[in-house]
């Protein structure tokens, strides 16, 4: 396709940076639409076809890590997959551009761009994907990766050790509860390393019995055993090249315990009925929820096997402990439901909000994720309210919690306001921003409010 045929879209917080794009654009395109806002991204996809998106990496001032740009991203190449996404990003370095290419951008551009330069890629981008891009290096169909979100300092660290250690051929082993998003690190290792255009081949190795162990990590010829009717090639081979994820490792028996520790240390594996010695080359990630390292003490995980897994070891923290995230993902799960389900994006009043930060998330993102997609489907406001999400009791395991009761000497509604307020801006060290964001108020709305209650 030419430029001048061309419908763009440009999505960009800042005003100016949409004014100059629209006037660079509109003699030079067909089309050209431009919006402020991310969230309206898919309904104008779904609205109106266009062959490029010029997308801004970062839309809150201060953050610089790109991780909603890249949100957006995965969700342009879920709905619109033959859309060319161009990235713009004040902060570009390499590791983001290998991020966001290997993520399924067409192309990267850093800000303030050169107009020649901008065109130029804008028509790169809109060849046909046989044509001309830059060759070399394995190509990956561009899947929609699911990015990791959470700005906490925790989930700031996680990726800055992903992204260390992602290129490297060190063994991984990913600690944390059930639900912290130990399979989702595991693929982000995977998507980010030089075996990424081969295999990602995961094992839920608790659910094999130790008779199946074998014949599924290492494979069977046929008639190695009764059910054997072919040969089959087992987990290990199949990710030949690419990356073996063994999940819930912690729970297998000291048996197959030592079955994987001889594959490991051979690098090769034997399929049962056979003699003969299949080389395999894989990169091995592991995770499990059990504390391995208790285990190992108590004798019931040997420890040289342990050193084989943990070259690298990362470990999740749980939701209650990175409070920041509580929100941001809500809002993630939020949109994605909402959008999943053809239904107006919710807002959060403030008690939700506060109630959502309160609870203990045992579940941990996968609790949280699977609240917002019944509040999202059940809810009958715009506005998500407490009633929206009623959680199990954890210490019970089955009652919904219950309804705190009224208290008796309530304070007055303006009082009530006045300390919500105060508080959220406290917890947040006066970050009016993040205050606003808590208390699922726009920036203008809390300073009304400031200006009201005289704070
Ligand atoms: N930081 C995150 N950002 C976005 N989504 C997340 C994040 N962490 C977890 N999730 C989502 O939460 C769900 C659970 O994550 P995942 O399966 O990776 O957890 P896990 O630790 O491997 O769980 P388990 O121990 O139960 O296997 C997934 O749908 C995943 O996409």
């Not at 991204?41 to 062959?51: K, M, V, Y």
């Not at 081949?201 to 659910?207: K, N, P, S």
């Not at 990590?217 to 987990?235: E, I, N, P």
């Not at 030949?240 to 001889?262: M, P, R, S, V, Y």
Request: proline share 6%; glycine share 6%; net charge positive.
């Amino acid at each position: 396709m030419i430029l001048k045929h061309a419908r763009i879209l440009v999505v960009d917080d800042e005003p100016d940076v949409l004014f100059a794009l629209r006037l660079l654009l509109k003699t030079e395109v067909r089309e050209v639409v431009t919006e402020r806002n991310p969230e309206l991204l898919l309904s104008l996809l779904r609205q109106q076809p266009f062959d490029a998106v010029l997308l801004d990496m970062n839309y809150r001032s201060g953050q610089a890590t790109g991780n909603e740009g890249f949100y957006w991203l995965g969700r342009i190449r879920e709905q619109a997959p033959s859309t060319a996404v161009i990235l713009l990003t004040a902060y570009g370095d390499v590791r983001t551009a290998v991020r966001a290419l290997k993520g399924g951008a067409t192309d990267f551009l850093l800000k303030p761009w050169h107009n020649e330069q901008l065109l130029q890629t804008l028509a790169a981008a809109l060849q046909p994907k046989t044509g001309s891009k830059s060759g070399g290096g394995p190509k990956k169909p561009a899947g929609p990766a699911t990015a990791l979100l959470g700005e906490s300092a925790a989930m700031q660290e996680v990726r800055a050790i992903i992204e260390k250690v992602a290129p490297t051929e060190a063994n991984v082993l990913l600690l944390g509860e059930n639900g912290t998003g130990k399979e989702l690190v595991a693929k982000a290792l995977h998507e980010q390393s030089r075996r990424a255009a081969r295999p990602f081949v995961a094992a839920d190795v608790a659910a094999l019995s130790e008779g199946l162990f074998e014949s599924e990590l290492f494979g069977h010829t046929k008639g190695a055993f009764t059910d054997a009717q072919a040969s089959r090639v087992g987990r290990f081979e199949a990710a030949t090249g690419g990356t073996l994820f063994l999940d819930e490792i912690g729970n297998i028996g000291l048996a197959q315990q030592a079955k994987l520790l001889t594959a490991l240390q051979n690098r090769q594996v034997v399929p049962v009925g056979s003699n003969t010695p299949v080389p395999v080359d894989i990169r091995l990630l592991s995770a499990t929820n059990a504390p391995l390292h208790a285990l190992v003490a108590r004798g019931a995980f040997r420890q040289d096997l342990m050193y084989r897994l943990n070259t690298v070891e990362i470990t999740l923290p749980p939701l209650r402990e990175r409070d920041d995230d509580v929100q941001l993902l809500a809002r993630h799960f939020a949109q994605v439901y909402a959008t999943r389900n053809r239904q107006p994006v919710p807002e959060f009043s403030a008690a939700a909000l506060r109630k959502l930060r309160e609870h203990p998330w045992p579940g941990n993102v996968r609790e949280l994720q699977h609240a917002m997609e019944r509040a999202v489907i059940l809810g009958t406001s715009p506005v998500l309210l407490p009633a929206d999400f009623s959680f199990r009791n954890p210490e019970s395991g089955a009652a919904p919690a219950p309804v705190a009761p009224m208290a008796v000497n309530p304070l007055p509604l303006l009082e009530v306001e006045k300390n919500t307020i105060q508080q959220a801006i406290a917890r947040h060290q006066g970050n009016l921003t993040k205050a606003a964001r808590e208390l699922g108020l726009t920036r203008t709305a809390l300073y009304r409010r400031l200006d009201k209650h005289d704070i």
